[in-house]
């Protein structure tokens, strides 16, 4: 699977949205991008996934350039509650035996300031 | 509610006294896998079941074995448990394995 890079921390205010980015440069087609969360100590939380086409749900939108080298995870109304580590993940769409497991980086800690 | 559950949330065991941590989930879902999560680390996948008698090692299976009889269960047990085993483990589940996965509350082991 690609490795991703992430800002190590962002702040953003509450009621604005938080962009956070991901760059995957090394990304392949058949990969597509996770984003889960986890607030602290708790399981982490699945957010959305995409393979090209922007994507949107009840709780983010996730922006995936065309050339597939990086995507944004857009939250339109940030919270207090929203305040999390932020995980981008890339991942093939298969199952070749062997591990397979979601690889959970450094992430971005995402801090909600009131 | 939809969930996936673990017991205990936490325990505290001495080394070598066998222990099973339990992980319910109520979506029918086929894929279970099971995550340790350890500071500098982060979470590491020990063992996957794509489905009932269907299971494999992750990146850490040492130490580990697991069991999925039935769909909704797949319990982690540790045989013979060591300090290094001291971790967050958390269960997760999912419809198959390209979907987002529902993770449990997490249950905390510490082995001295």
């Known amino acids: 699977d690609a490795k991703t890079t992430q800002p190590p921390s962002m702040d953003c205010a509450e009621g604005r949205a938080a962009n956070l980015p991901c760059n995957h440069s090394?990304?392949?087609?058949?990969?597509?991008v996770y984003w889960y969360r986890q607030i602290h100590s708790q399981g982490p939380q699945y957010i959305i996934h995409?393979?090209?086409n922007n994507e949107t749900n009840e709780m983010a939108s996730l922006i995936i350039t065309e050339d597939r080298k990086s995507s944004t995870l857009i939250l339109p109304h940030a919270t207090l509650r929203d305040t999390a580590v932020y995980y981008c993940?890339?991942?093939?769409?298969?199952?070749?035996?062997?591990?397979?497991?979601?690889?959970f980086g450094k992430g971005t800690h995402l801090i909600i300031q009131p | 509610e939809a969930q996936v559950t673990q017991n205990p949330r936490y325990l505290i065991t001495v080394t070598g006294k066998k222990l099973t941590v339990t992980c319910s989930q109520n979506?029918?879902?086929?894929?279970m896998s099971w995550y340790r999560q350890d500071p500098g680390l982060g979470l590491r996948q020990i063992y996957y079941?794509?489905?009932?008698?269907?299971?494999d090692k992750g990146d850490v299976p040492e130490g580990y074995k697991v069991s999925r009889k039935e769909k909704r269960n797949f319990p982690l047990i540790l045989e013979s448990p060591s300090p290094n085993q001291t971790s967050l483990y958390f269960c997760?589940?999912?419809?198959?394995?390209?979907?987002?996965?529902?993770f449990g509350s997490g249950t905390r082991l510490t082995v001295v």
């Open positions: 090394t990304i392949s087609g058949n990969e597509y």
């Open positions: 997760a589940s999912s419809w198959d394995r390209a979907e987002g996965y529902t």
């Open positions: 993940i890339v991942r093939a769409d298969y199952s070749g035996g062997g591990a397979d497991g979601l690889t």
């Open positions: 979506m029918n879902h086929e894929y």
């Open positions: 079941s794509m489905n009932v008698e269907v299971t």
């Open positions: 995409g393979l090209k």
